[in-house]
């Protein structure tokens, strides 16, 4: 899959999906270089912190203009904010919740998403029970309440933590209500418009990859 180049520059008109979810990679690590007080970059070293070859930073890096000259690397704190601006992450985002059992407090609760932008100003619940409750810095709200809030909040975002089952009758229910990117975090594939972005989040197919390089491990040390 394909995007339009969202600055406009570069060197092409479309920018493969697998180059984007990179891109937060590159974000983190250079945060992380700028943190250490490293002021300059090669791609060397950065393919050699992302385990990326040189040529193919440079590659994804030039989808989006020119950050570096040759012989002397990249400047790390412009870099950074380059790459915040292509991603978005010059500005707040707001995001719901939908589904507030244990994994719906945790997201709610977790402290990693503010600094980086992404505020969740709502959370949902088709359980009456859970109705009212307060969590942390949103109230509860039932699931009819679910499009006046996100049109009366600016939510960008839905973030669903429901059961399976549950889980296409919500995403379809935030796509009718306007929501274009959906993190996803039910064990399913979801159905969703072309215009609409899922991310789904499944710890067990990451533990499921897993297992098979320890199978493989395993099984040479048999030979």
């Known amino acids: 899959m394909k995007i339009s180049n969202p600055s406009g520059s570069g060197s092409g008109s479309a920018i493969p999906e697998?180059?984007?979810l990179r891109l937060p990679l590159y974000v983190r690590i250079l945060t992380q270089l700028r943190d250490e007080g490293i002021e300059v970059v090669s791609s060397r070293e950065l393919g050699e912190r992302l385990s990326v070859t040189p040529a193919q930073i440079r590659k994804d890096l030039s989808y989006f203009g020119?950050?570096?000259k040759q012989?002397?690397?990249?400047?790390?704190?412009?870099?950074v904010?380059?790459?915040?601006?292509?991603?978005?992450?010059d500005r707040d985002w707001n995001a719901a919740v939908v589904g507030v059992g244990r994994l719906g407090?945790?997201?709610?609760?977790?402290?990693?998403?503010s600094p980086e932008g992404f505020k969740v100003v709502a959370a949902f619940d088709a359980d009456p029970s859970q109705v009212g409750r307060?969590?942390?810095?949103?109230?509860?709200?039932?699931?009819?309440?679910?499009?006046?809030?996100i049109a009366e909040q600016k939510i960008d975002i839905g973030i669903v933590a429901v059961?399976?089952?549950?889980?296409?009758p919500v995403i379809n229910k935030l796509v009718e209500c306007g929501i274009k990117a959906i993190l996803n975090y039910a064990p399913v594939a979801p159905q969703v418009p072309g215009d609409v972005r899922v991310r789904n989040i499944d710890p067990v197919l990451g533990l499921q990859t897993m297992t098979y390089h320890l199978k493989m491990m395993k099984?040479?040390?048999?030979?």
């Open 18 to 20: 697998v180059v984007i």
């Open 66 to 68: 020119r950050f570096g």
């Open 71 to 79: 012989g002397r690397g990249y400047n790390v704190n412009y870099l």
């Open 81 to 89: 904010g380059e790459l915040r601006r292509v991603l978005g992450l």
């Open 105 to 113: 407090r945790a997201i709610i609760s977790y402290p990693g998403f």
């Open 134 to 149: 307060q969590l942390d810095v949103v109230t509860v709200r039932p699931m009819e309440d679910l499009a006046k809030a």
């Open 163 to 168: 059961p399976a089952p549950q889980a296409q």
């Open 219 to 223: 099984e040479r040390k048999g030979k």
